[in-house]
């Protein structure tokens, strides 16, 4: 059974930045972060392997940046320049396959975080 413990989070105003992290009590080969805002569909945010190959949502890239610390069984988000639009609830996602966890959300899901950005 693989646990995903996600923090972070908070409330920003826009253009501010903010770093979520999550833990893994495994190595898994894809890992990444969904989020959802209410009344809205999820999204991949971004998603990244155990060998660095990165992915991202064409409305978070070059703002974001995704990264993982395999020792540790952890991955980080960095999110720059935030705006309105970023507000979701942030979930950490994982699934021993890159492919499942960009299309459909992998199998690991953790508690969730609420990013709110206003002034």
């Known amino acids: 059974q693989v646990e995903l413990v996600e923090s972070g989070g908070g409330l920003v105003q826009p253009g501010g930045s903010l770093r979520l992290s999550c833990s893994a009590s495994?190595?898994?080969?894809?890992m990444g972060w969904y989020r959802q805002a209410p009344g809205k569909q999820r999204e991949l945010v971004a998603a990244i392997t155990r060998g660095g190959s990165a992915t991202y949502a064409d409305s978070v890239r070059g703002r974001f940046t995704i990264s993982r610390d395999n020792a540790k069984n952890m991955i980080y988000l960095q999110m720059n320049v935030l705006k309105s639009e970023d507000t979701a609830v942030y979930y950490c996602n994982a699934d021993e396959s890159s492919v499942r966890l960009a299309t459909q959300g992998g199998r690991y899901w953790g508690q969730g975080n609420q990013v709110t950005i206003s002034s």
């Open positions: 495994g190595s898994i080969n894809g």
